[in-house]
């Protein structure tokens, strides 16, 4: 992606919320007087629900109530309060996140009637949730409560705030970002004379902003979604003009904007933006808007605004480059294919110098093992982001990301785990790399499969097809048999340890049901193969009389598997 040619499309987005009339509808919801919405009310929190025409908005309203700021986390909430209804925000890399202290406090003084609420809520009319100030802060708290059963074929809620203060931390905002789905049910109206929105004891940056935030003056606005431009946006000293702001202006700010959605003159005359990058001069056009700069004031603050414009630019190229990654993961995928299919002609490779490629790439003679290097770092890096990039999803995307992948996932396993397991016993040292040495990805994608093929019913049936061409199934088999050879090197020297001998003898066991099912890549007969070294050690040690021992005894037989048709007894 071109950088220097990016665009920033807020400008634009802005004027189509506007005019959608969406603003106007909500506001007048929450300025409305009508004395036929019966107003429920809680402690120190009033809601009204507004049934009209198919759609549903859920106003709340905080009156009496001194803001403090500071962060709690979830789990000091879970221990103190024994509140869990935000647990299901939590996953592996976000096991925590703090939210607004005050404002939870209020949100959990009002749970019960909140849940009874969210059980009254017609599920079947598109529902807008809402407030102004503090009551905005308790929508954005509600709407939270909703996205649960968001994604399970309920309609997702929408919630729309005026001058709400910020509600979490980082990990809060990321805990909702994790789902495009859950980050698309917030719009934020912020007015550039409101101070309440920008209300952050110091350090600011404890908090981040989550959704879309739409910033407004009196003659236009603009829109960003990425929370760090946000929140450059929201603490900026630049013309602070928050004096003699009332809630009662929110409402002219949008019939302006609604009446105003209509020109599409957007340019700042009098200006030269002709050396700045596009992407720069479509953000400088964009603060302009949301600060409601005329033609003269411009010039008189070009410079403080070219700073801030240029600091943004920063953020939301790194913004625009996070989001192409996370839009477009199969198109990296193409790329590991490549990877992949060096690899695959790196086996053929090591196979045609007679040894197979797990211990060529131990051994790590030639220049190709250290080409091989580079190919196996590559897939391990990528899909192990994918996986935890998979595992901070909700389940319901969790789940359609392990479908989608599963199978270039499974092969991926199958070929590289064992060049890691070659790594971890090349130097002779390391033992027990299942539970010592294996990437926890590794294990997950593990897990998808067995979890699939329960869904499925599918069970490990003999497959004699192409049998010279398939990858082990079991992509721990090579960690198993340097596990096999390390318990031989112990009967050696301790001829009475029971139980290595026990150990070994699972390990035969488990070798010849692998054959039995046609699982094992027939590489393993490779007669410089760690597999080999272990069973001409082992074969003297052991009684001879088991079903591998009769197999291994033929070398014909393995010819025989290598074409899928040896019949196991």
């Given at each position: 992606m071109n950088l220097a040619q990016s665009f920033s499309s807020g400008i634009v987005l802005a004027p189509f919320v506007t005019s959608s009339g969406l603003l106007l509808k909500t506001w007048d919801a929450i300025s409305s007087r009508d004395e036929d919405v019966v107003s429920h009310v809680g402690n120190r929190l009033f809601w009204k629900v507004f049934e009209e025409q198919g759609l549903t908005v859920v106003v709340f309203e905080v009156k009496n109530f001194d803001l403090q700021h500071n962060?709690?986390?979830?789990?000091?909430?879970?221990?103190?309060?024994?509140?869990?209804?935000?647990?299901?925000?939590?996953?592996?890399?976000?096991?925590?996140?703090?939210?607004?202290?005050?404002?939870?406090?209020?949100?959990?003084?009002?749970?019960?009637?909140?849940?009874?609420?969210?059980?009254?809520?017609?599920?079947?009319?598109?529902?807008?949730?809402?407030?102004?100030?503090?009551?905005?802060?308790?929508?954005?708290?509600?709407?939270?409560?909703?996205?649960e059963?968001?994604?399970?074929?309920?309609?997702?809620?929408?919630?729309?705030?005026?001058?709400?203060?910020?509600?979490?931390?980082?990990k809060f905002q990321e805990a909702i970002s994790r789902s495009s789905t859950w980050s698309s049910c917030f719009i934020h109206v912020v007015s550039y004379k409101n101070s309440l929105p920008k209300e952050l004891n110091p350090p600011p940056r404890d908090y981040m902003p989550f959704g879309t935030f739409l910033?407004?003056?009196?003659?236009?606005?603009?829109?960003?979604?990425?929370?760090?431009?946000?929140?450059e946006l929201l603490v900026s000293s630049t013309n602070d003009q928050s004096q003699g702001f009332e809630a009662t202006d929110y409402g002219k700010l949008v019939k302006n904007l609604y009446r105003k959605a209509i020109c599409k003159d957007f340019t700042s005359r009098g200006l030269n933006l002709t050396h700045s990058t596009s992407l720069n001069a479509c953000i400088y056009l964009q603060l302009c808007a949301a600060l409601g700069l005329t033609s003269d004031m411009q010039q008189l603050q070009h410079q403080n605004i070219n700073a801030l414009a240029a600091k943004l630019e920063k953020l939301e190229n790194k913004f625009m480059y996070q989001k192409k990654e996370k839009f477009d993961p199969s198109k990296k995928l193409n790329v590991m294919k490549i990877d992949m299919a060096k690899l695959e002609w790196y086996k053929k490779?090591?196979?045609?110098?007679?040894?197979?490629?797990?211990?060529?790439?131990?051994?790590?003679?030639?220049?190709a093992d250290q080409d091989a290097v580079q190919w196996?770092?590559?897939?391990?890096?990528?899909?192990?982001?994918?996986?935890?990039?998979?595992?901070?999803?909700?389940?319901?995307?969790?789940?359609?990301?392990?479908?989608?992948?599963?199978?270039?996932?499974?092969?991926?396993?199958?070929?590289?785990?064992?060049?890691?397991?070659?790594?971890?016993?090349?130097?002779?040292?390391?033992?027990d790399y299942v539970a010592k040495g294996r990437s926890r990805h590794y294990e997950v994608l593990e897990k998808w499969l067995e979890a699939d093929k329960k869904e499925k019913g599918d069970s490990n049936s003999n497959n004699?097809?192409?049998?010279?061409?398939?990858?082990?199934?079991?992509?721990?088999?090579?960690?198993?048999?340097?596990?096999?050879?390390?318990?031989?090197g112990e009967l050696e020297s301790f001829k009475e340890k029971e139980e290595a001998k026990g150990k070994l003898l699972e390990f035969e066991n488990y070798v010849y049901e692998s054959l039995k099912?046609?699982?094992?890549?027939?590489?393993?007969?490779?007669?410089?193969?760690?597999?080999?070294?272990?069973?001409?050690?082992?074969?003297?040690?052991?009684?001879?009389?088991?079903?591998?021992?009769?197999?291994?005894?033929?070398?014909?037989?393995?010819?025989?598997?290598?074409?899928?048709?040896?019949?196991?007894?």
């Open positions: 962060l709690v986390s979830s789990s000091y909430l879970k221990e103190n309060n024994n509140f869990h209804r935000f647990e299901f925000l939590r996953a592996k890399k976000i096991p925590d996140f703090s939210v607004d202290g005050s404002t939870v406090s209020l949100f959990i003084d009002n749970l019960q009637k909140l849940d009874e609420l969210k059980s009254e809520i017609n599920s079947s009319n598109p529902l807008i949730v809402t407030g102004h100030g503090v009551g905005g802060a308790i929508a954005s708290l509600f709407t939270v409560l909703l996205l059963s968001v994604g399970s074929g309920k309609k997702r809620p929408l919630c729309i705030t005026f001058g709400s203060p910020l509600v979490g931390d980082k910033f407004c003056s009196d003659t236009s606005s603009t829109c960003f979604e990425n929370p760090e431009s946000v929140l490779h090591c196979k045609g110098q007679g040894n197979g490629y797990y211990d060529c790439f131990k051994k790590a003679i030639s220049t196996q770092k590559n897939l391990r890096n990528y899909w192990s982001d994918m996986v935890e990039e998979a595992e901070m999803k909700p389940q319901t995307e969790a789940a359609a990301f392990r479908i989608r992948w599963l199978y270039a996932g499974t092969n991926y396993r199958r070929m590289v785990e064992p060049l890691d397991i070659a790594e971890y016993y090349a130097n002779g040292r390391r033992k004699r097809k192409n049998v010279e061409l398939i990858l082990t199934i079991d992509s721990c088999f090579w960690a198993r048999v340097e596990e096999a050879l390390i318990l031989c099912k046609y699982e094992v890549s027939p590489e393993i007969f490779l007669k410089e193969s760690s597999y080999m070294s272990w069973w001409n050690k082992y074969k003297g040690m052991a009684d001879n009389s088991g079903g591998l021992a009769n197999f291994m005894r033929n070398p014909l037989h393995f010819d025989q598997y290598t074409k899928g048709n040896f019949s196991f007894p």
